[in-house]
């Protein structure tokens, strides 16, 4: 059974920072490229960040560009994903998402809450 | 940057009706294209890919179909478990860059 499983998520203050976790099971985590996706409240999806299966290549949003850092541990097999410098804009439910193009699997969490209030 | 847009915002159809959403891209795009559902209180969920391929248990009501700019998601007779929020979804494979659409939210008539 597929799991993923984001936390972290909290109220922190603008220009606060968060770190985000995405635990997973039942599916080879380490061949796997992940994304982050967020939504804002009552908004669509938007693109956050990529981190290829073996960290050799990140990609991220203009919005969050040198202010997030993705990254992930494949003998934890677990995701993250390191914001600082957080607006307003920032706030949204963070999703991490599994995605294999090929075989059609896309494979998303439940989502943790980030609400930037001061 | 591509732009997704898709069209209408919102659609009211009644049970058993035909259902076609629209999604549009700024340029020309391949193949890959899909179409998520994403019910109140819960993660989208995959139901196309590469532009008409089901995913993984998506009944056949479902069909997804177009090519360059316009794609468009069918369902052939809305069931009640329907009525949800669609987004399609440009997943670029290299750089692995995503752009979804503004969804289309559809509701019973």
Redesign the interface.
Known sequence: QVQLVESGGGVVQPGGSLRLSCATSGFGFSGY?M?W?RQAPGK????VA?IRYNSS?K?Y?DSVKGRFTISRDNSENTLYLQMSGLTVEDAAVY?CVA?H?TK???F????TLVTVSS | EIVMTQSPATLSVSLGERATLSCRASQTVSS?L?W?QQKPG?????LI??VS?R??DIPARFSGTGSGTEFTLTISSLQSEDFAIY?C?H?N?W?????????TKVEIK
């Open positions: 490229g994304h996706v669509g999806l938007q693109w990529f290549h990609y949003a999703y995605f193009d059609g699997e896309a998303w969490g439940q989502g | 890959n899909a998520y819960q993660a989208p969920s995959l890919y590469g391929t995913a993984t987004y979804q997943y494979s750089p692995p860059v995503w752009t979804f659409g503004q969804g």
